[in-house]
């Protein structure tokens, strides 16, 4: 293949290169410092501060190509993933791009030249289109000599007009279209009108580039300014123009599923079938079609959102990530395959795309664990949903409706992890809809609960104070200051709210907690600070009067402001400790592991970051090991002010979620820590003293928490861990080695004891088991039921019983339940292999346990349940061959 994906990425790079741009990295897919974008979804988003003049560009052309991903708000293509043969959540878009630098007329010219002559692509396939009254761009086409005459044609606001949004920066547009002939567009689905560029569903004729010209300012009346400098976007689907060039290379038409980057992929899908015993291939049945293209999209989405560090949750980009890895785990089921398999389809984005992407290929392993264990995971219930899904789609066609119940629909949500979305795809192909009013209902409902479960502290009235006002910061390096107060109020009883001029109260942000202090008027009114936040552009200090009366703090007033020094230097010291922890765990873990939340008070730090599975022992005591080496090595703590885009370049570490301006404050500590904070620090790392590692835990799927002490507090943690241990040799009656030899005994002999006891118990509980003393045989519907109520028998040892049971009887369901005393229940089923289908014991476990009071659960074969109302054991055992009937 002459043009392949790799080849048309890096010809259209070079092109521009030659031509005086700049070649920039593509952007995260989590933009950088724009809380209002979930992903990037257009080449322009890491621009939009240059065209916004928020942010100097670094240089007047440049050119890039980006990864995009378009999954949530307005730009979605997620539903019709697969269903068609060039729809993508993940996709690649080339884009060149110029600064008030070269305009129309070269634009035109270069995108003609690259497609004419680079891709050759022939001219007679070519239209161009251009907004209704842009006469410029129209003088800049005719100067193409090989475009045909009357294929330059005037389009208005819908297909012709960029804007970013309602106001602000906008202009024209100019599209170059080909003609892919009239078999492209498959018996014309847009309802009769001819073919033609432009009309709504024409595959025949397709856009393979669009330049934007960035010409006017929008304001909130709609009237167009002109802007002082005039800029251009292009953009063209790497996909889409990859597509079209293997086509006529191929002298066919293709899809973009059908290029050589999406049939690796699908390659390896075919293999993931193959190991699990199935047959299926790509291009054979386009039902199962639909499936490998699904997981080929999805496959790619995946894994790159996972390079970048995100792991499956339930809160926004994580939650993406899960419904993605959740929808290609469900088609996979349609392909035959019921094992985790999406980590083979990942090794084909690897194969496929990783000489343009290192960051996949290094985090090969890593992408691949978190994939699994999402799949897994979901596996569990995948089954049991679409079980489920079946037995209401029955019951629909039963009483010919056309759909599923809101409530079904929020129950496979919350109990089975069904993301609403993937319920609509499953019933969607059987002409069935789902009730998404009944579903957000319920959704709202619980969202409710929640919200009245916790207090809505954004709403308190003496956080508005700052609204209307604007103070500065200076606290950084002081410890006190005077100051003009700009606004004032009494929110309740000798409750007091302060805005000044210019503060050192460090306000609360970044993971530190808000400084506390007094605040003195020159007449002696005085006011001690609880606590500082921001608040409306302002800092806001909250506290109660001491001294004084309210109206001492009036609006004007003098004040002199004094912060805690103590509890600012010991918030101050773990602050510091968390940029050293976030480097070592990086080293130690890999760069997988990056900062998901913080927590720096002055008594100790929480450090949440992204990590698959609990970190080990070793791991956890080489990164503590790592943290004080740093502390020791007393490397000079440096902070600076510099604009954003050369921070980044620098190696600063910036956080997704977090807006940055143009200028940031970057903190470095020696030549290992570069990241943007505006937090208090220490001068240099040996001022934190001692990092203690206090405990590593588990918050939510693929993120982990470390707590930690420093300085005085983990010297104060040292002391009593050895209080405790001098308790625990006294105790034991020896010291340090010894204590440890002596403990190991009464362990060891502990366990002999416990094992000789279930000996016993066995022996008195086995005897019935074996001889078929006490057990209660019954028939139910053909089905032989064996129940047996035993007393003081633990459930390790109501197992052994029914796997002898299970075995003498041959075909059998067996019911044990055991009267552990005090009132407390065991609960046991069994179900011998050949029954699973008709009976399963986990549904007999969860009807018969709120019979003893409790709850419970298992496999088809073997369920267990736990109850507090022995009187009702006989009860339950009773049921459960009723059930079967």
Known sequence: MRWTTAKIRQSFLDFFKERGHTIVPSASLVPKGDPTLLFTNAGMVQFKDYFLGVRTPPSARVVDCQKCLRISGKHNDLEAVGRDTYHHTFFEMLGNWSFGDCYKEEAIRWHWDLITKVWQIDPKLLWASIYKDDDEAEAGWKKIEDLLPGRI????????????????????????????????????????TPCAVNVDGCARFIELGNLVFIQYNRDASGALTPLPKKHVDTGSGLERIASVMQSIEAGKLLGNYDIDLFQTIIKKIEQAVRKFGGEIRYGHDEQTDVSFRAIADHARTMTFLIAEGITPGNTDREYVLRRIIRRAARHGRYLGIHQPFLAIAHE????????????????????????????????????????????????????????????????????????????????????????????DQLMEEQRERGRAARKDEAAAPELILGRGTASRFIGHHRYEAESEILAASGPNGEGIALVVAETPFYPEGGGQVGDRGVIETESGALAEITDTRKSEGSIVHLGRLLRGERGDFATGVHVKLKVDR?????????????????????????????????????????????????????????IEE??????????????????????????????????????????????????????????????????KLESESGVAAGVRRIEAVTGQGALEAVRSQQRILDEIARGLGAKDSAAVERLEKLLAREK??????????????????????????????????????????????????????????????????????????????????????????GDIVKQIAPIVGGTGGGRPDMAQAGGRDAAKLDEALTKVAELIK
């Not at 489920?388 to 809101?406: M, V």
């Open 153 to 192: 044609l005037r389009f208005g606001d819908k297909e012709n007009f960029w804007e970013m949004g309602e106001t602000g920066p906008c202009g024209p547009c100019s599209e170059i279209h080909i003609d892919r002939g009239a078999p492209a567009c498959d018996g014309e689905p847009h309802r009769g």
């Open 348 to 439: 084909g984005v690897v194969e496929a795309m990783g000489a343009a992407y290192p960051e996949i290929v290094s985090g090969s392993k890593q992408i691949a664990e978190t994939i699994t264990q999402e799949e897994s995971r979901f596996g569990e219930t995948l089954d049991r949903g679409l079980e489920l899904i079946d037995a209401e789609l029955k019951r629909i066609k039963e009483k010919r409706g056309h759909t599923l119940a809101g409530d079904v629909a929020f129950k496979l949500y919350d109990t089975y992890g069904f993301p609403l979305d993937l319920t609509e795809d499953v019933v969607r192909s059987h002409g069935v809809d789902v009730d998404t009013a009944g579903f």
């Open 566 to 622: 103590i509890r600012r230097d010991a918030s101050m010291l773990n602050h510091s400790a968390t940029h050293i922890l976030h480097y070592a765990l990086r080293d130690v873990l890999g760069t997988h592991a990056h900062q998901a939340g913080s927590l720096v008070t002055p008594v100790r730090l929480r450090f949440d970051f992204s990590n698959q599975g609990a970190v080990g022992a070793d791991a956890l005591g080489t």
């Open 626 to 691: 790592e943290i004080n080496a740093r502390i020791r090595e007393n490397a000079e703590v440096t902070t600076e002010e510099m604009k954003y885009d050369e921070a980044i370049k620098a190696g600063a570490l910036a956080f997704f979620g977090d807006k940055y301006g143009d200028v940031v404050r970057v903190v470095r500590m020696g030549d290992f820590s570069v990241e943007l904070c505006g937090g208090t620090h220490v001068n240099r790392t040996g001022d934190v003293g001692f990092f």
């Open 752 to 841: 002999e004891l416990e094992k000789k006891l279930r000996d016993l118990e066995r022996k008195l509980a086995g005897g019935a088991g074996a001889s078929g003393t006490g057990e209660n045989v019954r028939d139910a519907a053909g089905v032989k039921v064996v129940t047996q109520k035993l007393d003081g028998v633990e459930a390790r040892t109501l197992r052994e019983i029914a796997d002898r049971l299970r075995q003498r009887h041959g075909s059998v369901v067996v019911a044990l339940g055991s009267d552990l005393g005090e009132g407390k229940v065991a609960l046991l089923v069994a179900v011998t292999p050949d029954l699973t289908s008709r009976v399963k014991a």
